[in-house]
């Protein structure tokens, strides 16, 4: 089956440092998309950075960058320069073709809080 | 300004009561569909839809029904609303082309309470 898993209920950081949320997934297919979507407390999904399992480049998006371990099945995301802002609940998603349908599959949530 | 709407935002209802939630994007994605947050679940996977008049089962689709009748509508009706349907519901769209896929865009969602 095709999983997601963030094994860190909840994370703490004081504002300006950098944060490292972890995400693993578990998958048999090699092409495939990994997203981090922030959920800050108005209930949004917004999309924070993406990455194509084809691409051996990490993404980065401004103060936001992943780790990308293909052959670990691991996707962490960094946030550096913690700004008050980045308070929020942060979803790791796996995306993959399945019969020629789209799943996207989501890990339980990771809800960070930014210390002033 | 382009995107997904859903509506209502917030919304009580009766076990045994029926509704329909209303999902619109006007991105000219092909791909719809619904999914329910439940606390420490993350997002599951409801119905979804390629085109108008074709949609398909998720994950845990019991007690739902949907239809497409037009490429911008999605609605999502609950039959007889149960306790278990208390959730937060958020509507999705992609593009169906994988040269054009950048990734979902999400509703604003709906806050379902069945009492």
């Known amino acids: 089956a095709q999983t997601v898993t963030q094994s860190q209920p909840e994370m703490s950081v004081q504002e300006a440092e950098t944060v490292t949320l972890s995400c693993t997934y578990d998958t048999s297919e090699s092409d495939y998309y990994l997203f981090w979507y922030k959920q800050p407390p108005s209930r949004q999904m917004i999309l924070v950075i993406r990455?194509?399992?084809?691409?051996?480049q990490n993404a980065t998006e401004n103060r936001f960058s992943v780790n990308f371990q293909k052959a670990a099945k691991s996707f962490s995301l960094k946030i550096s320069d913690s700004q008050l802002g980045d308070a929020a609940m942060y979803f790791c998603a796996y995306r993959f073709l399945f019969q020629g349908a789209q799943k996207l599959v989501f890990g339980q949530g990771t809800r960070l809080t930014i210390n002033p | 300004n382009a995107g997904v709407t859903q509506t209502p935002k917030f919304h009580i209802l009766k076990t045994g009561q029926s509704m329909t939630l209303q999902c619109a994007q006007d991105?000219?994605?092909?791909?719809l569909s619904w999914y329910r947050q439940d606390p420490g679940m993350g997002l599951r996977r409801i119905h979804y839809s390629v085109a108008a008049g074709i949609t398909d089962k998720g994950e845990v689709p019991d007690g739902y029904n949907v239809s497409r009748s037009n490429t911008e509508d999605f609605p999502l009706r609950l039959e007889s609303a149960a306790p278990s349907q208390t959730s937060v519901y958020f509507c999705a769209s992609s593009s169906l082309e994988e040269g054009s896929f950048f990734g979902y865009t999400f509703g604003s969602g709906t806050r379902l309470t069945v009492v």
């Open positions: 991105m000219n994605h092909g791909y």
């Open positions: 990455q194509e399992a084809y691409k051996q």
